[in-house]
Antibody, heavy 122, light 108 residues
Framework: EVQLLESGGDLVQPGGSLRLSCTAS????????MTWVRQAPGKGLEWVSA????????YYADSVKGRFTISRDNSKNTLYLQMNSLRAEDTAVYYC???????????????WGQGTQVTVSS | DIQMTQSPSSLSASVGDRVTITCRAS??????LNWYQQKPGKAPKLLIF???SLQSGVPSRFSGSGSGTDFTLTISSLQPEDFATYYC??????????FGQGTKVEIK
């Protein structure tokens, strides 16, 4: 059974940093691209970042480019999102997701974690 | 950037009603359109992928259609567990995605 478990969410001050983790099980992690999606309170879904199965290719939404870094450790079956220079507008639930098919991109969010809450506030 | 516009933003319906939600892309996205259901406090759940393919385990009362710029999600007979918010998502510009703003289906 595919499982994705996010962790690392917390309350952080504006300008601070946080690292989110997404621990995967039930599939060969290195064969799948992974993606992060967030949802601000009472708002819709926003794609944040994605990475290929190897981790060599990374992609970012304009809203986080230069501040967030996606990475993965395939030996630990874990995806990361390093978030720096956090702003109030980064407050959201952050989800990791994967496709049902392997490959370099996630086209379809077939599997999602339960999400982790990030709150940026002084 | 491709914009996705859903309509309506919300609707009220009764159990047993036929419900239709539309999603329009600002430019052609072929059939790279997926639909999700989200309930409060939960992660999105994939219902339909590639415009019209039903995800495994999803009831057959859900169906999707369309290609190019205009897409539709239909619930043929609304059930109590279907009250939720529905999102469309384009993956034509993968790895980046764009979501519609969501359609909240409420009980009449």
């Amino acid at each position: 059974e595919v499982q994705l478990l996010e962790s690392g969410g917390d309350l952080v001050q504006p300008g601070g940093s946080l690292r989110l983790s997404c621990t995967a099980s039930g599939f060969t992690f290195s064969n799948y691209a992974m993606t992060w999606v967030r949802q601000a309170p009472g708002k819709g879904l926003e794609w944040v970042s994605a990475t290929s199965g190897s981790g060599h290719s990374t992609y970012y939404a304009d809203s986080v480019k230069g501040r967030f870094t996606i990475s993965r450790d395939n030996s630990k079956n874990t995806l990361y999102l390093q978030m720096n220079s956090l702003r109030a507008e980064d407050t959201a639930v952050y989800y990791c997701a994967k496709d049902a098919k392997g490959g370099d991109y996630v086209r379809v969010g077939a599997y999602w974690g339960q999400g982790t809450q990030v709150t940026v506030s002084s | 950037d491709i914009q996705m516009t859903q309509s309506p933003s919300s609707l009220s319906a009764s159990v047993g009603d036929r419900v239709t939600i539309t999603c329009r892309a600002s430019q052609t996205i072929s059939s790279y359109l997926n639909w999700y259901q989200q309930k409060p406090g939960k992660a999105p759940k994939l219902l339909i992928f590639e415009a019209s393919s039903l995800q495994s385990g999803v009831p057959s009362r859900f169906s999707g259609s369309g290609s190019g710029t205009d897409f539709t999600l239909t619930i043929s007979s609304l059930q109590p567990e279907d009250f939720a918010t529905y999102y469309c998502q384009q993956s034509y510009t993968t790895p980046g995605w764009t979501f519609g703003q969501g359609t909240k289906v409420e009980i009449k």
